[in-house]
RNA sequence: GGACACAUAGCUCAGUUGGUUAGAGCGUACGGUUCACAUCCGUAAGGUCACAGGUUCAAAUCCUGUUGUGUCCACCA
């Protein structure tokens, strides 16, 4: 009837479907056929850098957002996943370069910015293509025809509407600040963008000159060149004396004017107690020469490379210079102590270069400055409330803690980055005249600032950018997309990028719409190799996502991403992983082809109509277990709790389907065997299909149902049985029963051909076990006849065993001996067990204080205990 | 220096608000199996839940401390 392969093959469908799945429209919310009322559910597509094809960590990425998305729609929003790519400006300019360094021998300087610019395009479009096929190939239900980004038309407009508007409100101001300097970038660095590296350092004690008072200590010489002050702690009583005094020195042959400050933030305690104040390199200094009003001496200049008029350090590397006064102090006999000891350099994040911190005109984005807008707050103030306040929820919660420490510590976020890919800063320059505009001025002379912006700025608006924005807003008002889609509703990225990026589209997103991006952030962790290892490609540790693909099919590879993985956790991945998974893909597939083999009638697949009239306790045991399976994965994905819905889906799918009621409907053939199969084989595939969206769709094609899989609705949970919630016997007990029968044949070694007699003694459960004989005699158990009595005597010297309230014995040619040590070993577990609990039922305090239902359970747990342990003593004897 | 996380079976990890004899996958051992699936089925072995205290009738779970591992933030002149 079907063509099914035995084992399912995922390439030979997964193409095929993905386009069917593009004809559909259905990734388009604005094709799903839903009432005018349905509620909206939108994620954004977290952006990737057009900088290299996809991993791991994106694969993981795809997979939770397309569960979250692919359950939404079967729920019946009117859902919306928008795609997208991140230009990720410095990131690019720097893998371009170093590309184009290596093939051709030649900076950027030597191409120039237009021809750099074609170059860089050039290399990354074809990056870009990839990205977005491979985003296919893992199944993502994206509506691609909103594609974005970060650097098209659309985008390019909201980021200069965004710059002018925030210059308009002052937020965005130019100024002289020391900023992070990375040399060999020639540009500035946001904070977060700094990496620290441990290392040993020399720090060097020294005096100025022989005739100032105060020793300083410091690991960099070289930039004392540029000090103006020398700092102490106001209560410090050994520089009491000194406090406000100015000194004109000369140091290793240059002029220096010193004035002693007090300021608190000194550490009386490190080194000598005094600090050598250099406001031109350094964060700190400069903010204390801005308290105290100091003048600023520039020493350092973009190169790295000691400025013009320091003499015979003019021109210097910093290391060369710092060495030079070293030695100079030596010959003047200043220097006092060197000593070794641990510091933390900063360097690049992107090339590992050493920081120099220097003053430098630059565009900033003021965090403190009171918005007319957000009633006064300001972006640090409302970004906080909202995360605060839990407008914005952190899954797991304790990233709002992170959050919230550092919006605490947010300084002005330096916006301009000296290089050329990215977006350029809408500023034109004519002399002294400054115009900051949307579109170019016409008149000529006006000279557009060379400087684009940090890649976040664009990225941090992605929410609104990519829904139309600035269009959609008018006088304060959201219209289109923006009115439908915005706030989206959850941000799902990883917890590296929280400050980086999270943080930012909170800000942006007040500042432009005055309402937060999204209700709430889920960060998922770093995806490792087997070893716990960072995958990387110098480590050659990385698994590539399409190799998989390929390998084990899309689903398998989207199993393993979201199964024993846990939020802001990382997880580790190897192949074994994923290949467990695609077991158990080819499992349901199994499943499938079976069910389909055996039912006489697809109509069941398309009418649903289940007579339950007839059903047996096997029927209604599944039946509840696939309606707690529905509640189960319904809530789990609620919460976002993907590990445990793909567990809970795989222990039914493979031992309550597979491996019990489907074994049991071949001794049980009935009708309704077949009706309750397909509809439960139905109803799994759209429950398993958030979580591997091909193999389910090849099934469902299969079912012969019209609607499409793709917005086939969740599961209801069935009404079974309402005179009967509780049933007489639990049919766990059955199951026990035979497991315990198939036990004992694997420990007698016994061959499938030798029967066994055997007598099952049942007490108050006779009745309701005798209905289930058929199965216990022929599930796999060798049985030749099954007896139940309700009353009886395991008679001497039999082979005997209990389950539960059952004992049971067993008769039979060729019994050996049952395995002894196992016995007892089991025996003994069992009387401490029962010794245990007999004190806690009889401890007054537990009887006083404990719930009802709680000593209920242990009473009846307690009998059934120890019946089975008088069993297992007969067995032992026997 | 500050903060956060983690420590549970040989390995990778679950364990929801304290309440069955602490679970799964992989691995291991033993047994089975051609009629949906060897990408299969059954059974078993294996854990002082890092350590020490405390709260409670009851702690892997809550509190305190200790040790070890990892991450983030700040940054030392």
Same mark, same amino acid.
């Given at each position: 009837m079907t063509e099914l392969a035995p084992t399912y093959d995922a390439k030979k469908y997964e193409a095929a479907i993905y386009q069917r799945w593009l004809a559909s429209g259905f990734f388009n919310p604005d094709n799903l056929p839903l009432p005018p009322e349905a509620p909206n559910y939108t994620i954004v597509l977290p952006p990737p850098n057009i900088t290299d094809k996809l991993h791991l960590g994106h694969a993981a990425m795809l997979a939770i957002e397309d569960a979250l998305i692919r359950y939404h729609r079967a729920k019946g929003y009117r859902t919306l996943w928008l795609p997208g790519t991140d230009h990720a400006a410095i990131a690019t300019q720097n893998v371009v370069e170093k590309m184009l360094y290596q093939q051709e021998g030649k900076t950027r300087y030597d191409y120039g910015r237009t021809e750099f610019l074609r170059r860089v395009w050039e290399v990354v479009l074809p990056i870009q293509t990839t990205i977005l096929d491979q985003i296919k190939k893992m199944g993502a239900s994206l509506d691609w025809s909103r594609l974005a980004f970060t650097m098209d038309e659309p985008r390019q407009k909201a980021v200069r509407h965004m710059f002018v508007e925030m210059y308009k409100e002052g937020v965005i101001y130019r100024g002289e600040r020391v900023v992070n300097w990375c040399p060999r970038c020639q540009s500035t660095l946001a904070d977060d963008e700094v990496d620290y590296r441990e290392q040993m350092a020399t720090l060097y004690t020294f005096k100025y000159s022989p005739d100032f008072p105060i020793p300083i200590s410091t690991t960099r010489p070289e930039t004392k060149l540029g000090d103006t002050a020398v700092a102490v702690h106001p209560q410090d009583e050994r520089y009491q004396e000194y406090i406000g005094k100015t000194y004109s020195l000369d140091f290793c042959g240059q002029p220096l004017t010193i004035k002693i400050i007090a300021d608190r933030s000194v550490d009386r305690n490190f080194g000598t107690g005094a600090v050598g104040v250099t406001p031109a390199h350094s964060l700190t200094d400069w903010q204390l020469a801005e308290k105290y009003n100091l003048p600023m001496v520039k020493v350092i200049d973009t190169d790295g490379l000691l400025g013009d008029n320091l003499g015979q350090f003019s021109g210097l590397s910093t290391l060369a210079a710092r060495d030079l006064i070293v030695a100079e102090l030596k010959k003047r006999g200043l220097l006092i102590k060197e000593e070794t000891i641990t510091n933390n350099l900063s360097v690049c994040y992107r090339c590992g270069t050493t920081i120099e911190p220097l003053p430098s005109k630059q565009w900033f984005v003021s965090v403190d400055k009171p918005i007319t807008r957000l009633g006064g707050r300001s972006l640090k103030t409302a970004a906080y409330e909202v995360a605060k306040t839990g407008q914005i929820k952190f899954i797991p919660e304790r990233f709002t803690k992170r959050y919230l420490e550092w919006m605490d510590n947010l300084h002005d976020w330096c916006i301009s980055r000296q290089i050329w890919f990215g977006h350029q800063i809408p500023v034109w320059y004519q002399g002294d005249e400054i115009l900051v505009s949307e579109t170019a001025p016409t008149s000529p002379g006006w000279i557009q600032d060379p400087d684009t912006l940090d890649t976040w700025f664009s990225s941090g608006m992605w929410t609104f950018s990519t829904l139309g924005w600035p269009d959609n807003w008018q006088a304060g008002h959201k219209l289109g997309d923006l009115a439908r889609f915005h706030p989206t509703e959850v941000l799902e990225t990883g917890y590296d990028i929280l400050t980086l990026w999270v943080s930012r589209m909170?800000?942006?997103?007040?500042?432009?719409?005055?309402?937060?991006?999204?209700?709430?952030?889920?960060?998922?962790?770093?995806?490792?190799?087997?070893?716990?290892?960072?995958?990387?490609?110098? *480590?050659?540790?990385?698994?590539?996502?399409?190799?998989?693909?390929e390998l084990y099919g899309a689903d398998a590879v989207r199993l393993s991403l979201l199964i024993g993985v846990t939020p802001g956790n990382d997880c580790r991945l190897g192949t074994t992983k994923i290949e467990s998974c695609r077991n158990l893909v080819n499992k349901l597939w199994n499943i499938g082809r079976y069910i389909l083999s055996i039912i006489p009638d697809k109509a069941i697949f398309v009418h649903n109509n289940l007579d339950l009239s007839q059903t047996t306790l096997a029927d209604r045991w599944i039946l509840r277990q696939f309606n707690d399976l529905i509640s189960a994965v319904s809530n789990y994905l609620e919460h976002y709790e993907f590990s445990l819905a793909a567990e809970a889906l795989r222990d039914f799918t493979w031992h309550d389907l597979a491996d019990w009621y489907i074994e049991i409907s071949k001794i049980e053939d009935s009708k309704e065997k077949c009706n309750i199969l397909?509809?439960?084989?139905?109803?799994?595939?759209?429950?398993?299909?958030?979580?591997?969206?091909?193999?389910?769709?090849?099934?469902?094609?299969?079912?012969?149902?019209?609607?499409?899989?793709?917005?086939?609705?969740?599961?209801?949970?069935? *009404?079974?049985?309402?005179?009967?919630?509780?049933?007489?016997?639990?049919?766990?007990?059955?199951?026990?029963?035979?497991?315990?029968?198939?036990?004992?044949?694997?420990?007698?070694?016994?061959?499938?051909?030798? *029967?066994?007699?055997?007598?099952?003694?049942?007490?108050?459960?006779?009745?309701?076990?005798?209905?289930?004989?058929?199965?216990?005699?022929?599930?796999?158990?060798?049985?030749?006849?099954?007896?139940?009595?309700?009353?009886?005597?395991?008679?001497?010297?039999?082979?005997?065993?209990?389950?539960?309230?059952?004992?049971?014995?067993?008769?039979?040619?060729?019994?050996?001996?049952?395995?002894?040590?196992?016995?007892?070993?089991?025996?003994?577990?069992?009387?401490?067990?029962?010794?245990?609990?007999?004190?806690?039922?009889?401890?007054?305090?537990?009887?006083?204080?404990?719930?009802?239902h709680i000593i209920a359970k242990e009473q009846t747990k307690l009998t059934n205990w120890q019946a089975e342990l008088e069993a297992l003593r007969q067995q032992l004897n026997s």
């Open positions: 909170i800000m942006m997103s007040l500042f432009a719409v005055g309402e937060i991006p999204f209700y709430e952030v889920y960060l998922h962790g770093l995806v490792l190799d087997e070893h716990g290892q960072k995958m990387s490609k110098s *480590k050659g540790n990385g698994l590539d996502p399409v190799a998989m693909i397909a509809y439960i084989l139905k109803h799994l595939l759209i429950l398993w299909q958030p979580f591997m969206p091909f193999v389910t769709q090849v099934l469902w094609d299969e079912l012969g149902v019209e609607d499409n899989l793709l917005i086939a609705s969740w599961p209801q949970v069935l *009404k079974i049985n309402p005179e009967a919630e509780q049933e007489e016997l639990d049919f766990k007990l059955v199951q026990d029963l035979i497991g315990e029968i198939r036990n004992i044949r694997s420990l007698n070694h016994l061959q499938p051909s030798q *029967k066994m007699k055997m007598t099952i003694i049942a007490g108050q459960w006779a009745d309701a076990l005798s209905k289930e004989i058929k199965l216990i005699q022929n599930l796999r158990t060798g049985l030749e006849t099954v007896t139940i009595i309700a009353n009886g005597q395991v008679p001497e010297g039999s082979l005997a065993g209990a389950v539960g309230p059952f004992s049971f014995y067993l008769e039979g040619e060729a019994m050996s001996a049952v395995n002894h040590a196992q016995l007892e070993h089991k025996i003994q577990e069992l009387t401490a067990a029962i010794n245990n609990l007999s004190r806690r039922l009889n401890d007054p305090e537990f009887l006083s204080k404990a719930p009802e």
